[in-house]
């Protein structure tokens, strides 16, 4: 599997997500710098969480017109999977990649903890490995993470089937009391039309290693290796 | 030629830093305060004279960068 980081200044999960797809393939991934104007030839597009250009204006904005998105655009539109986690969601939804827009946190506070998903969808590639309706455990950490899409967007997303997880208690209800950061419809992740295009704001990079609190990020990659092998 | 924009949370769309202005407002006080809402306020020099044209390019900027369609809404303006 060929897998292309793209570098954000400020991204700061672009390392940690280059070990989790080397632990799974074997083979590190291209870092490409955002002033680079091309993505080479590759199999999977990973934007990378943390910050990008200070997050200046709203989360993502700025990042969605570097010069580098031109090209992940242009292959997200030939088919290239795009993986976006926490600002990689951010800078999707900004390019419109992806429906709907990362807010700030209704209870404004920046989150960072362990939470609960519930995995909405396996039938996509990057959730074969999960079984449909589990409950996963990955942390958050945003300080813009609330989901928000209008009425007819969302009406589109639940009919469409586009919800990829929703925050959830340890049992697996998903609740106002389990919507951390004000989400509509507890959306933690969401896909695109085609299902090959998610963004994310839990890591699930940072939970691939017992060392690390526990190992269910690790499926996610999997499931990419699986399909893409 | 100057833009001067503001970019504001379109209705419906909750403002929970709005809301925890209104609180502070409360407690310091002001009484009467119904609503507030949080916006932007961006200024821009522009080298274009032309009003029509200057305009044209504000609302491109606002649609394609300053304001996020989804949530916000924007007015600007010119100030020669």
């Not at chain 1, 899409?149 to 929703?166: C, P, Q, Y």
């Not at chain 1, 209800?173 to 950061?181: E, K, L, R, Y």
């Not at chain 2, 009467?32 to 200057?54: M, N, P, S, W, Y």
Request: glycine share 10%.
């Amino acid at each position: 599997m060929k897998a292309s980081v793209i570098v954000f200044p400020a991204s700061n999960c672009d390392r940690d997500v280059a070990v989790a797809l080397e632990a799974v393939s074997g083979k590190a991934p291209a870092m490409i710098w955002h002033g680079d104007k091309d993505v080479p030839d590759c199999d999977l597009i990973v934007l990378p969480g943390g910050f990008s250009y200070g997050d200046y204006l709203r989360s993502g904005a700025l990042a969605a017109h570097s010069p580098v998105m031109r090209s992940v655009i242009e292959r997200a539109n030939a088919g290239v999977p795009v993986l976006g986690i926490c600002n990689g969601f951010q800078v999707l939804a900004e390019s419109g990649l992806l429906p709907g827009v990362l807010m700030r946190n209704a209870g404004l506070k920046f989150i960072c903890k362990d939470v609960h998903l519930k995995v909405e969808r396996n039938d996509t590639l990057f959730a074969s490995a999960y079984k449909k309706g589990s409950t996963i455990k990955v942390p958050v950490a945003h300080h813009d993470g609330n989901f928000f899409a209008d009425e007819d967007t969302l009406k589109m997303i639940e009919d469409e089937n586009r919800v990829a997880f929703r925050y959830c208690n340890e049992k697996g209800q998903v609740s106002d009391a389990s919507n951390i950061n004000g989400s509509r419809n507890n959306i933690a992740g969401v896909y695109d039309k085609t299902g090959k295009i998610l963004g994310m704001m839990p890591h699930p990079e940072r939970m691939i290693a017992p060392e690390l609190g526990g190992v269910e990020g690790l499926p996610l990659f999997r499931s990419i290796l699986d399909r893409l092998h | 030629m100057k833009a001067r924009i503001h970019v504001t949370l379109k209705q419906g769309v909750l403002d929970p830093q709005g809301k925890a202005i209104s609180h502070t407002l409360e407690a310091l006080g002001f009484d009467g305060v119904e609503k507030v809402r949080q916006g932007k306020f961006i200024e821009i020099e522009l080298t274009e004279t032309d009003e029509k044209k200057a305009g044209e390019q504000v609302e491109q900027m606002c649609k394609k960068l300053l304001a996020n369609m989804v949530i916000e809404n924007y007015d600007y303006k010119l100030v020669s």
